[in-house]
């Protein structure tokens, strides 16, 4: 499985961006996937996942109410809707896969297949 992640960028505090994933190699409806950041000098930290068979979603605290991840099964391909940015949410943004869901979804442990990141900067 190779993943892509796209769309970040520059945004001011309060903007919106929406970042893409698309996976290759995927032959199948059980998987699991998720979106992680990691900022300067921090650990890599949950942000969203989604289990591809059911479109179950799952937040992190700081993205709930704001952040809206889906899927387009057609293009094989995943989106993090970001609203109501933050500079706090400044980060390299990655989606990862996993074969089969796990209940410890927000562990990047859990996770075999890592896109290359893709940078969200947030201004004032």
């Known amino acids: 499985v190779q993943l892509q992640a796209s769309g970040g960028g520059l945004v001011q505090t309060g903007g919106s961006v929406r970042l893409s994933c698309s996976a290759s190699g995927v032959t199948t409806m059980n998987y699991g996937m998720g979106w992680f950041r990691q900022a300067p000098g921090k650990e890599r930290e949950f942000v969203a996942a989604l289990r591809w068979s059911t479109r179950s979603t799952y937040y992190s605290d700081s993205a709930k109410g704001r952040f809206t991840i889906s899927r387009d099964n057609a293009k094989m391909t995943m989106h993090l809707q970001m609203n109501s940015l933050k500079a706090e949410d400044t980060a390299l943004y990655y989606c990862?896969?996993?074969?089969?869901?796990?209940?410890?979804?927000?562990?990047?442990?859990?996770?075999?297949?890592w896109g290359q990141g893709t940078l969200v900067t947030v201004s004032s």
């Open positions: 990862a896969a996993r074969y089969g869901w796990s209940v410890a979804y927000y562990d990047p442990r859990q996770y075999a297949n």
